[in-house]
């Protein structure tokens, strides 16, 4: 006999990338879907990791992390935010950005909390919030720029909200939030009783001599707030799903505490070679130019299209307006580029929670020049 079970997800949503990747297999079209690159990450830090993963770095790991690697991000994070971040009190590595932003939304979240997401959103805010019973409130960023008018945001927020989160460079829309969102932002949130959650997992894929305005750099701000990150999109590696947050020591208490139950610690052999590895700065200050270069080569190659590119300032996503070529629904669009044209994207409107639409398309551009080449030739006949 089945029970009957009472979801506490009951909206059985199957996530975009799955359906997306399926209707890409099955029309054996390239795949400029998903965020991941189609390149390896480098010789360096394999070699690091080959050479831990013999020295029998193989057993469980400091439920925070591995100190070393802690020191090393601290330093970075320091040198680059001009922060004073202490690896002892503020640092917790997880199982990929995704663990840290469960940990978080689970220490913090009661049932009937309000938590205001900047929409479009990363695919597991929602569910997470949801899981612990709060209520999710979109602030909706709309096409083609996507810009927060603070005012109105100022609305969302009620007593019952306890968590903001915002996403700097943004996926889906490679938009990043300036100095001035950040000021204002700080002061909205100032003497209430709101905890800020940056999601900085691009912080390094940042275009056109940008500044990265993580919440590191407004020490006011930094009092309630908490950075996260990935170690996949920095070193290309998105599967190993290694992350880390950063918060005031009185937070990420509260993080550890859930963080210590639900996964104690990750991967020790990875935190050994990247403590290791992180040393030597050159490979991810690079990345900014490494990844810009790409996305003016994909742009360039994708002239002859119909496919209009709106402004992309980070990230590894390029969205393109397609509203001259077709009223198809973006999801009814992607699936007849991948059939007709051979190359699967990413519909936009899954990422909004009222799947609101621009007639937009999410192309993610970490992928070599040759098969960048190859699907602009194929969407230049559309
Ligand atoms: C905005 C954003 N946050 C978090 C993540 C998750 O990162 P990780 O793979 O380290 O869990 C992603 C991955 O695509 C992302 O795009």
């Known amino acids: 006999m089945k029970l009957s079970i009472q979801s506490k997800l009951p909206d059985d949503v199957t996530s975009i990338f799955a359906v997306m990747a399926k209707i890409c297999n099955d029309a054996h079209a390239i795949n400029l879907g998903q965020g991941f690159p189609n390149f390896d990450c480098a010789d360096g830090l394999k070699d690091k990791i080959e050479e831990y993963l013999r020295a029998g770095k193989n057993q469980y790991c400091a439920m925070p992390g591995l100190f070393a690697l802690r020191e090393v991000l601290a330093n970075k994070v320091n040198a680059a935010y001009d922060s004073s971040v202490n690896p002892e009190a503020e640092i917790t590595i997880s199982a990929g950005a995704t663990q840290a932003i469960s ?19 990363y695919d597991s805010y929602k569910p997470s919030i949801e899981l612990c019973g709060g209520v999710v409130v979109p602030y ?6 996507f810009l927060v008018d603070w005012d109105a945001f100022e609305e969302c927020i009620s007593d019952k909200t306890r968590l903001i989160i915002i996403n700097t460079p943004h996926n889906p ?19 209430k009783n709101i905890i800020v959650l940056s999601d900085e997992v691009y912080e390094h894929l940042i275009y056109d001599k940008q500044v990265h305005q993580s919440i590191l750099r407004f020490p006011k701000l930094y009092e309630q707030a908490i950075a996260v990150y990935s170690f996949g999109k920095t070193f290309h590696s998105t599967g190993w799903k290694l992350g880390y947050s950063i918060a005031p020591d009185y937070i990420t208490k509260e993080i550890r505490k859930v963080h210590q139950w639900n996964v104690f610690s990750v991967n020790s052999f990875l935190q050994y070679a990247l403590a290791d590895y992180m040393s030597d700065p050159e490979p991810y200050l690079g990345l900014g130019k490494f990844y810009q270069e790409k996305r003016d080569f994909f742009n360039e190659a994708m002239k002859d299209s119909k496919l209009r590119p709106l402004a992309c300032e980070g990230t590894y996503f390029q969205l393109f307006d397609y509203s001259e070529l077709s009223d198809e629904d ?3 669009m992607a699936t007849r580029l991948t059939r007709e044209y051979g190359v699967a994207s990413i519909p936009v409107s899954p990422f909004y929670s009222d799947r609101s639409q621009g007639k937009v398309l999410r192309f993610c551009f970490a992928k070599t020049e040759d098969l960048l080449s190859q699907a602009a030739e194929k969407l230049s006949g559309i």
């Open 103 to 121: 940990n978080i939304i689970t220490a913090f979240v009661k049932p009937k909390d309000e938590v205001i997401i900047l929409e479009p959103a």
């Open 330 to 332: 973006d999801l009814e």
């Open 173 to 191: 829309i490679g938009k990043t939030l300036k100095q001035h969102d950040m000021e204002a932002l700080q002061e909205l949130v100032q003497g």
């Open 140 to 145: 909706i960023l709309k096409a083609p720029e």
